[in-house]
């Protein structure tokens, strides 16, 4: 609970934490850390590890999962949902957590 009603809700830690932990996507995440430096400090705390955690990438559209699969940063969590297609050959140069949903198909090479 804050104790000054008036400071902004990032400066509220539990709250800020709180409405933090509807984000699912982890692009979302980054994008929130860019705006604010007191955001991207509480995001980068302990406290928001669990956050973090839970946080996915998640694709569903070929063009979109194999750009995320080409450029996403190491240790990415990535969700590719289910009836995408992946088309081609997909260098992936870093690594990440890929999870495929049922019905994901892959025609040519993941490398």
Known sequence: ?????????????????HILS??????????????CRALRTLLSSQA???????AWLDVSTPLMAAAVLRHAPAGER?????????????VI??????????GVRLNGRLH
């Open 48 to 54: 928001s590890s669990a956050i973090r955690a839970n």
């Open 78 to 90: 990535v969700r590719v949902r289910a009836g995408t297609t992946l088309q081609g050959e997909i």
């Open 1 to 17: 609970m804050c104790a000054d009603t008036k400071a902004p809700f990032f400066e509220c830690e539990d709250l800020a934490l």
């Open 93 to 102: 140069s870093q690594p990440l957590h890929i999870v495929c949903e049922a």
């Open 22 to 35: 509807h984000i699912e996507c982890s692009l979302s995440l980054r994008r929130v850390a860019a705006t």
